[in-house]
């Protein structure tokens, strides 16, 4: 079946740095997603995409969709303590968020 | 507005139970979908249901199962519990089956010993 790489496994930064993770697909994707999970939470979305090359931006967060549609990386700017949590890629073969699959998350870890 | 919510919390069973976990959709949606997570994993695919039919099912053996009721809240159960069950149960809704945002409850943590 499909599967997600998702890297780094977990990162550990000082407060105000970026931050960079991404995921990659053996399988194309016609939408990825990306949430944040707090402990003892379900996931909360933070970024959709659509469109191969699509790029967007949710406050401090961008994400991109690669142009192969395998796939998208996510970058947080000047990093605050609220960020700790993991961070999970979904992709969807089809256009059906009730279906996605999913990365096994990174791990960030904000230092003040 | 409420949003997706699950019940129990916590749950603790013993093997070869079986236990059924409560999914109420946020108002409005549909399409409801489940998910297991095992610790240090991303969620993976178990069900989904939409207007009461079965849309979708992941690579999950037949003691799971689940239903949707006509007011799009659902049931997901599961007989002969495993150790290996062991994990937190999340439920997201969608107002339809093509809807390209899903929302999360907060889960059920099922702990079988």
């Known amino acids: 079946g499909q599967q997600l790489n998702q890297s780094p496994q977990s990162m550990f930064i000082q407060e105000g740095e970026d931050v960079s993770m991404n995921c990659t697909s053996s399988?194309?994707?016609?939408?990825w997603l990306w949430y944040k999970q707090d402990p003892g939470e379900g996931p909360v979305l933070l970024i959709a995409?659509?469109?191969?090359?699509e790029l967007t931006s949710n406050g401090r967060l961008t994400a991109q969709f690669g142009i192969t549609r395998k796939d998208s990386f996510l970058n947080i700017s000047a990093s605050i303590p609220s960020d700790v949590g993991i961070y999970f890629c979904a992709g969807q073969a089809g256009t059906n968020a009730g279906k996605s699959t999913f990365g096994d998350g990174t791990t960030l870890t904000v230092k003040p | 507005d409420a949003g997706v919510t699950q019940s129990p919390t916590h749950l603790i069973k013993t093997r070869g139970q079986q236990v059924t976990l409560r999914c109420s959709p946020i108002?409005?949606?549909?399409?409801v979908s489940w998910y297991q997570q095992v610790l240090g994993q991303g969620p993976q695919f178990i069900f989904q249901?939409?207007?009461?039919?079965?849309?979708g099912r992941g690579n999950f053996p037949d003691r799971f199962s689940a239903r949707q009721f006509p007011n799009y809240s659902s049931e997901l159960n599961v007989n002969a519990l495993l150790l290996g069950d062991s994990a937190l149960y999340l439920c997201?809704?969608?107002?339809?089956?093509?809807?390209?945002?899903?929302?999360f409850g907060q889960g059920t943590r099922l702990t079988v010993v």
């Open positions: 108002s409005g949606h549909k399409s």
């Open positions: 997201a809704s969608s107002f339809f089956q093509g809807s390209t945002e899903a929302f």
């Open positions: 249901y939409y207007e009461k039919e079965e849309r």
């Open positions: 995409l659509y469109k191969a090359g």
């Open positions: 399988s194309i994707f016609n939408t």
